[in-house]
């Protein structure tokens, strides 16, 4: 089908997708029209007229007018559905919902496979920075050793916020999502499992390996407490999520996202608000670090237009490295440096390998040392409320 001239039927007129519609109007240069939007609410108040929406996904699925599915909407298994009747009716699809690629990514390899259409996501991960067609074409020969990021903008704006300006975590979350930057369910956010998906994606177009998703080690922010702050202050570290990827020397890939102190030489300290940063490291070109907005109706929605632009020219992603086969399997033997904090009365000493330092007041204790991941996987300190868990610099 030709793409030359976008016809859009668009899902979803939330944070994004409205961000879309305005982006759109100031590109007049970019031949694509949004022909209809599917929404949800029938009470909602839309900030444009009526005539432009519909409740019926068909309204948009059954048009043979529209080229391309463009799907906003916060509705994971939803937006499956919407993507792969998209493709078996002949559009492409544009969608920025990490949680349906990552949920589906065999399924949306082979959809694209058998159609020949292309189904770009770069929206998906950290929202405005060109991470995902750099993976596929830029890094398509150079060796790719480790990939780690900054790739939530709600946890990075949460933990700017409470150690820049003392606030507590419900009242920094409760300022993100006023922002638009938390997504309607938080807890994707806070758990880590947003970071944790859009690795999953990553690790794909870094490496070329599809991991089981519930293997990547995940530790989110909300165990943080002001104890741990007042030790990174003390440290002059900042705290930020972050998500880990690298090669080991047997062609296994490691990967996490783990709450970790970051000093003052790091190029994630700078790092702040809503903003994300991605540092890549390869045999030839060294590191290169991409910094951007990762959240927000217009970032997220520039990734969107970008996407749309590249069907103008047929583009798709090839996933030439999983066709390549370079990388075995994810492995967690590995050894990490770390801080664990707890409630006095918890003995943390025996997840230890090595202990570097240890403390004690009334209430609190830590220890920092070396620890093994597949350990930390199993042990109980990873799902006990009241331990931190927190990556030495
Ligand atoms: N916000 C960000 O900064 C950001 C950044 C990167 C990626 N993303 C991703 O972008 C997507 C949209 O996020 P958002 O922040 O724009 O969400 P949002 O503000 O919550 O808006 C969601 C939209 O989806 C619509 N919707 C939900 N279920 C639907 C269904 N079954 N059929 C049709 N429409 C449906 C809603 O309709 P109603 O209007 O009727 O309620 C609403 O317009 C998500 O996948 C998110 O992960 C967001």
Redesign the pocket.
């Known amino acids: 089908m030709d793409r030359k001239h976008i016809k859009i039927g668009l ?7 409205k961000g879309l519609y305005d982006v759109l109007k100031e590109t007049p240069g970019f031949k694509a029209d949004i022909e209809k939007i ?4 029938r009470d ?1 108040i839309r900030p444009i007229g009526m005539e432009n929406f519909t409740f019926n ?1 068909y309204d948009i699925l059954n048009n043979p007018e529209i080229n391309v599915i463009v799907e ?5 298994e ?2 499956f559905r919407i993507t792969r009747e998209a493709i078996l009716k002949g559009k492409a699809v544009v969608s ?5 690629v990552s949920d589906n990514l065999q399924e949306l390899l082979e959809l694209q496979d058998t159609s020949g259409l292309p189904v770009l996501y770069e ?2 991960c950290c ?1 405005s920075i060109p991470i995902l067609r750099n993976l596929e074409e830029y890094y398509d020969n150079d060796l790719l050793t480790s990939l780690s990021g900054i790739v939530n ?1 709600t946890t990075n704006f949460i933990l700017t916020k409470m150690s820049g300006e003392n606030l507590n975590f419900e009242t920094a979350l409760r300022i993100a999502q006023e922002k ?2 938390a ?2 369910n938080p807890s994707q956010d806070i758990h880590g499992t947003d970071a944790r998906h859009k690795l999953h994606i990553l690790i794909l177009h870094s490496f070329g390996l599809i991991v089981p998703f519930e293997d990547i080690l995940t530790v989110g922010i909300t165990k943080i407490n002001g104890f741990d702050l007042q030790y990174a202050q003390e440290k002059n570290y900042k705290i930020k999520l972050i998500a880990r990827s690298f090669k080991t020397g047997d062609n296994k890939i490691i990967a996490y996202v783990l709450p970790t102190f970051v000093n003052s030489g790091s190029f994630f300290y700078q790092t702040d608000n809503e903003f994300n940063s991605i540092v890549t490291e390869s045999a030839f070109s060294d590191k290169n670090v991409l910094v951007g907005k990762g ?3 217009f970032p ?1 929605a520039s990734a969107v237009l970008s996407d749309l632009s590249a069907l103008t020219y047929d583009y798709r992603y090839e996933y030439k490295k999983l066709r390549q086969h370079n990388f075995s399997s994810l492995s967690s033997d590995h050894e990490v440096k770390a801080y664990i904090r707890s409630q006095k009365s918890t003995d943390l000493s025996t997840i230890f390998r090595d202990i570097d330092e240890k403390y004690e007041n009334g209430k609190y204790r830590y220890i920092t040392g070396s620890i093994n991941l597949n350990e930390l996987k199993s042990s109980v300190y990873l799902t006990d409320p009241n331990v931190s868990i927190i990556a030495m610099p």
Do not use: R, Y
């Open positions: 899902f979803g007129f939330g944070v994004v997708g599917c929404v949800k609410d909602k996904k906003l909407i916060d509705d994971a939803e937006a920025a919902n990490k949680k349906m929206a998906s929202a903008g638009g930057f997504e309607s959240a927000g109706a997220t």
